[in-house]
């Protein structure tokens, strides 16, 4: 089955600096990548997708990038303010939205004043 | 998105006892997931439940502990059987609502302890 890895389990930043979250990826048939944010006692929440027919999506300040060819896509979040600090979760699968997700270990990121 | 209603949002049970945990949705949808979090790790998929077939369980996680129903296109319930303190998590239900290619959402998710 699937198997998803992420980096680095933490991660700290200066207030205003960018911040990235590399996640690899083991089946070539995943066509659907999400990234969730989760708050401390809060449901994970859908922060940006990606699918695997787009190299690049960008929202705002949150981007995501994805290299079908190496199979690992990545987060990344410019100007980066308090409130972005969470648990970042990046998922994979094979049949969109609507089917199984497997998730990566998760990525702690702290943004310091 | 959809509201994903999941109750009860938190109990403590004894050891050996049985929680139904219940994941109300707004609108219908085909498939709904059933997802374990323990404390401090990331989300792993226990079984999706599609209505009017049996549910379809992960590696690792079986109906006589995890027996899950779903009645109709916008309910399910999951039940935890026999309740010991390796259990205590996080559990959540989610859905996609639109088919295959929209994006799931999450409940409030149920935190579950054992004495």
């Known amino acids: 089955g699937e198997n998803v890895e992420q980096h680095p389990s933490t991660l700290s930043v200066q207030e205003g600096d960018s911040a990235v979250i590399k996640c690899t990826y083991s089946d070539s048939a995943s066509n659907y990548f999400p990234w969730y944010k989760q708050e401390l006692g809060k449901r994970p929440q859908l922060i940006i997708d990606i699918r695997s027919n787009v190299g690049e999506k960008k929202d705002q300040r949150i981007a995501v990038t994805l290299n079908k060819t190496a199979k690992h896509f990545s987060l990344h979040i410019t100007e980066t303010q308090p409130e972005d600090s969470a648990v970042y979760f990046c998922a994979a699968s094979t049949g969109g939205g609507g089917n199984k997700l497997t998730f990566g270990t998760g990525t702690q990121l702290k943004v310091e004043l | 998105s959809a509201v994903i209603s999941q109750k009860p949002s938190r109990d403590i049970c004894q050891r050996g006892t049985s929680l139904t945990i219940q994941c109300q949705v707004d609108?219908?949808?085909?498939?709904m997931f059933w997802y374990r979090q323990q404390p401090g790790q990331s989300l792993t998929l226990i079984a999706t439940?599609?209505?009017?077939?049996?549910?379809?369980?992960e590696s690792g996680f079986v109906i006589d502990k995890f027996p899950i129903s779903r009645p109709n296109l916008t309910f399910s319930t999951l039940t935890v059987s026999n309740l010991s303190p390796e259990d205590s998590s996080i559990y959540l239900c989610?859905?996609?609502?639109?088919?295959?290619?929209?994006?799931?959402?999450f409940g409030d998710g149920t935190r579950l302890s054992i004495l």
């Open positions: 609108s219908q949808v085909t498939m």
């Open positions: 989610s859905v996609g609502v639109g088919g295959g290619n929209q994006p799931q959402h």
């Open positions: 439940a599609n209505q009017g077939s049996e549910a379809t369980y």
